[in-house]
């Protein structure tokens, strides 16, 4: 049950796009497309963003977009606005009913 | 409208228990696989502990087996986490959560435990 791992970083300025990676192995990212993403404001409850890879929930703005390959999954933020400014967890499921964490990136739109 | 209220948090000695509660309200409770996921302070977000719709399966992460016990009363709405032998790394926010097909669809405010002497 070892964490996903994430960059602590990413930033962009205002309209541009970025990317966040979450990598594992094949017993968790790359085994299953139950991969999901959360954005966390501070002092805030984690916020559902994207499950399933790419699929996102109502109301989530399609400017926030989930893919993978092989062992590693990516958000990819679009547009950015400044309120998109927040922590961004990734999640897998691990098997036997487990599900792992990523460390956790902090964005920073400048 | 989706909510799901933490309460039972504080201040406890390690060794100690406590018991937190999560009153679910505005969607079918006993539909759902529900969890309890934690963060400590300044870190990220760690599952803890999930428990099938009727309560007949429970898995925990191997940090907190034998330790803790979710349990769930359907009649009433609720979500529970019983925590004994406490250490001061449980100290953390710790949120219950929906959950669906391995992801977290809706989560609470978070109740914060904090283990110390």
């Known amino acids: 049950q070892s964490a996903l791992t994430q960059p602590p970083s990413a930033s962009g300025s205002p309209g541009q796009s970025v990317t966040i990676s979450c990598t594992g192995t094949?017993?968790?990212?790359?085994?299953?497309?139950?991969v999901s993403w959360y954005q966390q404001h501070p002092g805030k409850a984690p916020k559902l963003m994207i499950y399933e890879v790419r699929k996102r929930p109502s109301g989530v703005p399609d400017r926030f977009s989930g893919s993978k390959s092989g062992n590693t999954a990516s958000l990819t933020v679009s547009g950015l606005q400044a309120e998109d400014e927040a922590d961004y967890y990734c999640n897998s499921y691990a098997g036997s009913n487990n599900v792992v964490f990523g460390g956790g990136t902090k964005l920073t739109v400048l | 409208e989706v909510q799901l209220v933490e309460s039972g948090g504080g201040l406890v000695q390690p060794g100690g228990s406590l018991r937190l509660s999560c009153a679910a309200s505005g969607f079918s409770f006993s539909d759902y696989w529900m969890s309890w996921v934690r963060q400590a302070p300044g870190k990220g977000l760690e599952w803890v502990a999930k428990i099938k719709e009727d309560g007949s399966e429970k898995y925990y992460v191997d940090s907190v087996k034998g330790r803790f016990t979710i349990s769930r009363d359907n009649a009433k709405n609720s979500l529970y986490l019983q925590m004994n032998s406490l250490r001061a790394d449980d100290t953390a926010v710790y949120y219950c959560a929906s959950e669906k097909w391995y992801y977290f669809d809706y989560w609470g405010q978070g109740t914060l435990v904090t283990v110390s002497s």
């Open positions: 094949s017993s968790d990212v790359g085994g299953y497309n139950y």
